[in-house]
């Protein structure tokens, strides 16, 4: 699994090096925001059910999509959320490149669900965290930026 760690590392042996000093800063500045990440994961954890279900909701309350397909986008949402959590406590993308990017599109495609109802919801997801009420505003960052990478990936 990919983190900030595992990143300098690998690259280092494939460079055929040892991590230089700015390699070691980078690893330096990932820890430096673990409170950040921990204070995200443990507000997304406590309220993971409740975002999936404002954002399904938000998406589904307008009437654009198949309905019969919101069960299922609720529960895809859900398990990107998970990963992003995941992520937030790795220090990483690794969770949602290896679990949820990679294959996710295929089975979003196969099963016929609306690729642009995920986007409209991470977005939403991403536009309604609330600094100071949601978290401060380093997990705010933090979490934000895992949506963004999120909705670039499945864009």
């Given at each position: 699994?990919?983190?900030?760690?595992?990143?300098?590392?690998?690259?280092?042996?494939?460079?055929?090096?040892?991590?230089?000093?700015?390699?070691?800063?980078?690893?330096?500045?990932?820890?430096?925001?673990?409170?950040?990440?921990?204070e995200?994961a443990?507000?997304?954890?406590?309220?993971?059910?409740q975002?999936?279900?404002?954002?399904?909701?938000?998406?589904?309350?307008?009437?654009?999509?198949?309905?019969?397909?919101?069960?299922?986008?609720?529960?895809?949402?859900?398990?990107?959320?998970?990963?992003?959590?995941?992520?937030?406590?790795?220090?990483?993308?690794?969770?949602?490149?290896?679990?949820?990017?990679?294959?996710?599109?295929?089975?979003?495609?196969?099963?016929?669900?609306?690729t642009?109802?995920?986007?409209?919801?991470?977005t939403?997801?991403?536009d309604?965290?609330?600094?100071?009420?949601?978290?401060?505003?380093?997990?705010?960052?933090?979490?934000?930026?895992?949506?963004?990478?999120?909705?670039?990936?499945?864009?």
């Open positions: 699994m990919k983190s900030a760690v595992t990143t300098v590392v690998t690259s280092a042996d494939a460079a055929g090096r040892f991590p230089t000093v700015s390699d070691i800063e980078a690893v330096k500045g990932s820890f430096d925001r673990a409170p950040a990440r921990m995200a443990e507000k997304l954890a406590a309220g993971l059910d975002v999936t279900a404002d954002a399904v909701n938000a998406v589904y309350g307008k009437g654009v999509y198949d309905q019969a397909k919101k069960d299922k986008c609720a529960r895809d949402i859900n398990h990107y959320l998970r990963l992003i959590n995941y992520c937030l406590v790795a220090g990483g993308t690794g969770p949602l490149d290896e679990w949820g990017i990679a294959g996710m599109r295929e089975v979003i495609r196969a099963q016929q669900l609306p642009a109802a995920y986007l409209e919801a991470f939403h997801i991403r309604r965290v609330c600094v100071p009420r949601d978290m401060s505003q380093q997990a705010a960052a933090e979490f934000k930026g895992l949506l963004d990478y999120l909705i670039n990936a499945l864009s």
